[in-house]
């Protein structure tokens, strides 16, 4: 790590904080580096049906707009499989009976400061509809306000194929199926 001298915050929001460090680079000069961080540890899910298909969401990102992607977003804290099991409900309609953590990574790490976890889901059924009295929304006004505009199944050889044409260009993604991949043997 390159020693820090001071450091600032120049921008944050409940999501994420942007901060400024002075540093010593690597060949003893001084330098200015940016930092994003993220507030807590965000999650990704591979939700895998017992057909052997993965569940994929299309969202609108604001930076790329369309992407197919696996189930993903914050955490509430240290408990990122209460994170998991939330983002998969809101994003998808779904439950998972069997959860596994198959990996841990961190996002752009050369501009960020943003630690990932991975579950791999399985036993999947519909999350029940919510009644209301504990004042969640339902799924489909979640997925609208994610900019979900498709939650699909797509068979895991499908999946391997989109990601090699490009149709599954989200790097996060990628790395969360070749994290559930290993863990299923599917890599030699």
Do not use: K
Not at 114 to 125: D, I, M, R
């Amino acid at each position: 790590m390159w020693p820090v001298t001071a450091s600032r915050t120049v921008y944050a929001n409940p999501w994420i904080e942007v901060v400024e460090d002075d540093v010593v680079r690597p060949d003893g000069s001084a330098g200015i580096y940016g930092v994003v961080r993220l507030r807590q540890p965000a999650v990704f899910v591979v939700a895998l049906t017992d057909a052997d298909e993965v569940v994929l969401v299309t969202v609108d990102r604001h930076t790329t707009g369309p992407s197919v992607e696996v189930p993903a977003g914050g955490s509430d804290g240290p408990d990122t499989l209460a994170g998991a099991r939330r983002e998969l409900a809101e994003e998808t309609g779904l439950r998972a009976e069997h959860w596994r953590e198959v990996g841990r990574m961190d996002a752009l790490n050369g501009i960020c400061l943003a630690p990932e976890v991975v579950y791999l889901a399985t036993g999947l059924s519909p999350v029940a509809p919510s009644d209301g009295a504990d004042g969640a929304r339902d799924e489909a006004a979640e997925q609208e306000a994610e900019g979900i505009s498709a939650v699909r199944t797509v068979p895991w050889p499908e999946v391997m194929a989109m990601v090699a044409d490009g149709r599954i260009r989200d790097g996060e993604t990628v790395a969360a199926l070749m994290f559930a991949a290993l863990a299923l043997g599917r890599v030699g």
